[in-house]
C-alpha cells in the first residue's frame, strides 16, 4: 500500500490584504514530486475557510480544521508555512496534527521555517523534519524512507529544472484564471533584504525553453487562463531564449496578457523591443534611488551613479515601446537617511517632467521586517549607528489583530525621525504628491491598466449576468475613455482651484464633481444592458465629453476668481460652493456668469 500523505496550507490569522492564492506552486510542485510514490491530498484551509480576522473566528477555524482532518488516516502531513503570516496557524494545524495522528511524520517548509527552523523546535515537539530551502527533493526523502535516518533539521537540496516533474494541474483541487509559473530558481544577486542573502545555497538555474512551453501548454488544458505571471526575479535576461519564448506566447496564446519582473540594470532594448509584443506589463524592484541607502543597505548595487542612469534609461524603453513599466520602492527602509529618501523622490519628479504622457507607474511600499535575510542579521548595528528602530521583532509569535501594523512598525533611522517625527508613513505625502502627477499624464493604455479593477467592479456592481460580453467589452472601453478625461479635466480644475480657493472648497469641489460625474458611468452601464450598438454608444460618449468640456471652459472662469463662493454647472446641474465647503443645489434658471 502507498504512503498516504496530506499536503496542508494553514491560513493567516488577522490578514487584510489580500484573498487567498487559489493555486499555489509550492503545493502544486510538492504534490507533483511525490505523486509516483504516494497517495496524496492537497488540503488548502486558505481557500476552505479564508482568513479568520477575530478571535472568535480563529477559534472556528481550528474546530473546522479539526473536523476536516478528522476523516483522514495519513502517514505523513507536509504543511507549507510560506510566509511568516502563516506562522501561527501553522502551529495550530501543528498541534491538531499531533493530537489526531500520533503516528504520524509530521513535516513543515516554506519560507518562514527556512528563516527561523527554531520556531518549531518547542518542547512541545510538533514536528518531525524541518525542510529549510526547496522541499521536492527532501519531502520525497521523507516519503520512500519513511523519515527514519534523516535529521530533524533538513536543508532541500536544490532542484535541477531539467528534473521537474510535470506539475500535475489535473489533480489540483482548485483551479485560476490567473497562473503563476516559475521559468527559473534562485539568483546570482544578493540584495539584503531579500532570502537569496540567507545562509542557505540557492544556485540561480533556468528552465530550457522546450519545457516551458510543455509547462503551459498543460497549464491551459486545466485552468481557464486569462493571466500569466512569471514569478522569476531576473526575467528574461537570455535575449535568445526570450524571443523564442515570446515568439512562442504570441502565436498560441496572444489573448492573454502577461506579467514578469527583472531587474532595470539588466534590461536591454532588444529585450523591452521582444517584450512589447506581448500584452505585457513588467516589474521592476526598484527600490531606491539615492547611494547610502542602495550600496551601504541593500547591497543592491556598487554603483549607484550607474544604478539612477539604468532607472532612467528603464523608462525611456517603457516609454518607447509603450510597455507598461511598474517601478517598485521600498519606503522606511531600515537605516535609511531622510536626505536619501527626498532624493529618490526628486527623481521620480524627475521623470513625471521628462514626459507629457506616461505609461510608468511607481509602487512605494512600506518596509515590512521578515527575517531570513542580511538586513534581519543587521538589524543591531543599524539599531546602534543609525537608530533604526523595531519594538516587534518576532511580530509572527503573537496572535494580535494588527498583523500588518505590527510587521511594520518601525523607523528607519534618527535621521528619519529628526526630519518627520515618528510617523513611518512619513512618505505618505510625497507619494500621494506624486502619484497625482503620473496619474494625471496617463495614456489611454495605462489608465485602462491601473483601473482595471476599479472599472470592472464597477460593471459587475450594475451589469454582472445581465450585460452581454460583447457588451461587456465596448462598456469596459467607453467608461475608460470617459473616466480617463473626466480624471485629466479634474486634474485640471485643481491646477486653478488650489491656487485660488481655500482647502475645504477645493475638498468640496471634487467631492462633488466625482458624486456627480458618476451619472456618466451609469448611463454607459444602461446603454451596454440594453445591448445598443457601438455607434450609439460612441455617440453618448461624445456627447459626455463635449458637455463637461464646455462645463470645464465655463467654470474655470469662475473658478479662477480668488477668494470667493462660487456657482458652477456639473453635468447639467448647477451648484453653489461658498468658501467653507458648503454646497447647495442651485435652481436651473439662475446660470453661472
Ligand atoms: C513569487 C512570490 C510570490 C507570489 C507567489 C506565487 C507562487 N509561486 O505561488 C505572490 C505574488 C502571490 C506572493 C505573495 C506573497 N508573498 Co511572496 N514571494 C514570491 C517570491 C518572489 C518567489 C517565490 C518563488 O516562486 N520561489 C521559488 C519556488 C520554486 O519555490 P517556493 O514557492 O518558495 O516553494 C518551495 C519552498 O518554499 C518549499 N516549501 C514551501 N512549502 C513547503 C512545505 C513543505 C512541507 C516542504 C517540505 C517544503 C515547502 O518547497 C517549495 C518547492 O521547492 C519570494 C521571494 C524570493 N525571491 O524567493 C517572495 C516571498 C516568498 N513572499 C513573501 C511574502 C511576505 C508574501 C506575501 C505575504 C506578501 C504580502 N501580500 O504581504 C504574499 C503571501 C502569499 C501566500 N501564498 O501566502 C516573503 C516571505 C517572507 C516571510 N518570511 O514571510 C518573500 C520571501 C519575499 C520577501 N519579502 O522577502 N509571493
Not at 527583472?262 to 534590461?267: A, P, S
Not at 547591497?299 to 523608462?315: I, L, M, Q, R, S
Not at 465596448?474 to 475608460?480: D, G, P, S
Request: contains cysteine.
Amino acid at each position: 500500500m502507498k504512503t498516504k500523505c496530506l499536503i496542508v496550507a494553514a491560513t493567516k490569522y488577522f490578514y487584510q490584504d489580500t484573498k487567498p492564492e487559489r493555486v499555489k506552486y509550492a503545493m502544486l510542485s510538492l504534490m507533483s514530486h511525490i505523486i509516483d510514490v504516494a497517495d496524496v491530498e492537497v488540503i488548502d484551509f486558505e481557500m476552505m475557510f479564508g482568513f479568520p480576522r477575530s478571535y472568535e473566528k480563529i477559534e472556528e477555524f481550528k474546530s473546522f480544521a479539526k473536523s476536516v482532518l478528522k476523516e483522514k488516516q495519513p502517514d505523513i502531513v507536509a504543511i507549507s508555512c510560506y510566509t511568516s503570516f502563516d506562522y501561527l496557524a501553522t502551529i495550530d494545524v501543528l498541534r491538531i496534527c499531533r493530537e489526531l495522528y500520533p503516528h504520524a511524520t509530521l513535516v513543515v517548509g516554506g519560507y518562514h521555517p527556512t528563516a527561523l527552523p527554531d520556531d518549531f523546535m518547542s518542547d512541545e515537539n510538533l514536528v518531525d523534519h524541518i525542510i529549510r530551502g526547496e522541499g521536492e527533493e527532501a519531502l520525497r526523502e521523507i516519503v520512500l524512507s519513511g523519515g527514519r535516518n534523516l535529521p530533524k533539521v533538513i536543508v532541500g537540496k536544490t532542484l535541477e529544472l531539467c528534473n521537474e516533474k510535470p506539475l500535475r494541474y489535473d489533480l489540483y483541487p482548485y483551479q485560476t484564471d490567473e497562473l503563476y509559473i516559475s521559468l527559473s530558481r534562485g539568483c546570482f544577486h544578493k540584495c539584503a533584504f531579500c532570502v537569496q542573502s540567507d545562509d542557505y545555497k540557492n544556485p540561480y538555474r533556468k528552465m530550457e525553453v522546450e519545457l516551458i512551453r510543455e509547462k503551459i501548454d498543460r497549464a491551459v488544458k486545466h485552468f481557464p487562463i486569462k493571466r500569466i505571471l512569471f514569478s522569476d526575479p531576473i526575467f528574461g535576461i537570455d535575449q535568445a531564449k526570450t524571443e523564442s519564448l515570446v515568439s512562442f506566447l504570441s502565436e498560441n496564446y496572444p489573448m492573454y496578457s502577461y506579467w514578469a519582473e527583472t531587474r532595470i540594470d539588466r534590461l536591454t532594448e532588444e529585450m523591452v523591443a521582444c517584450l512589447s509584443k506581448l500584452n505585457m506589463d513588467l516589474h521592476f524592484g526598484v527600490e531606491s534611488l539615492a547611494e547610502d541607502t542602495l550600496i551601504n543597505l541593500m547591497h543592491k548595487t556598487n554603483n549607484a551613479e550607474h544604478y539612477k542612469g539604468c532607472f532612467f534609461k528603464a523608462v525611456e524603453l517603457c516609454q518607447k515601446y509603450n510597455m507598461l513599466g511598474l517601478f517598485g520602492f521600498i519606503m522606511n527602509y531600515p537605516g535609511e537617511q531622510a536626505e536619501s529618501s527626498r532624493y529618490t523622490f526628486e527623481q521620480l519628479r524627475r521623470v513625471t517632467e521628462l514626459y507629457d504622457e506616461l505609461n510608468v507607474t511607481f509602487h512605494m511600499n512600506q518596509y515590512t521586517l521578515y527575517a531570513g535575510n542580511k538586513l534581519y542579521d543587521m538589524r543591531y548595528d543599524l539599531q546602534n549607528t543609525r537608530g533604526f528602530y523595531f519594538p516587534n521583532d518576532g511580530w509572527w509569535r503573537v496572535c494580535e489583530p494588527n498583523a500588518r501594523w505590527r510587521s511594520q512598525n518601525c523607523l528607519a533611522s534618527d535621521s528619519i525621525r529628526t526630519a518627520y517625527g515618528d510617523n513611518f508613513y512619513y512618505w505618505h505625502k510625497d507619494k500621494n504628491d506624486l502619484l497625482k502627477r503620473y496619474t494625471g499624464k496617463f495614456n489611454l493604455k495605462a489608465y485602462s491598466f491601473y483601473q482595471r479593477d476599479e472599472i470592472n467592479s464597477i460593471i459587475d456592481q450594475y451589469g454582472e449576468g445581465i450585460m452581454e460580453e460583447s457588451s461587456r467589452k465596448k462598456v469596459y472601453e467607453m467608461l475608460t475613455c470617459y473616466r480617463q478625461m473626466l480624471s485629466k479635466v479634474l486634474i485640471a480644475y485643481n491646477e486653478i482651484i488650489e491656487k485660488t480657493k481655500s482647502c475645504k472648497f477645493v475638498d468640496a469641489f471634487n467631492r462633488l464633481y466625482i458624486h456627480e460625474t458618476m451619472r456618466g458611468n451609469n448611463k454607459i452601464i444602461e446603454v451596454g444592458i440594453n445591448g445598443e450598438k457601438s455607434e450609439e454608444m460612441d455617440s453618448l460618449i461624445n456627447e459626455y465629453q463635449n458637455m463637461v468640456r464646455e462645463e470645464y471652459e465655463n467654470n474655470m472662469k469662475v473658478l479662477s476668481l480668488k477668494g470667493t463662493d462660487s456657482v458652477v454647472k456639473i453635468c447639467n446641474e448647477y451648484y453653489w460652493i461658498s468658501e467653507d465647503g458648503e454646497i447647495k443645489r442651485r435652481k436651473p434658471t439662475e446660470k453661472v456668469e
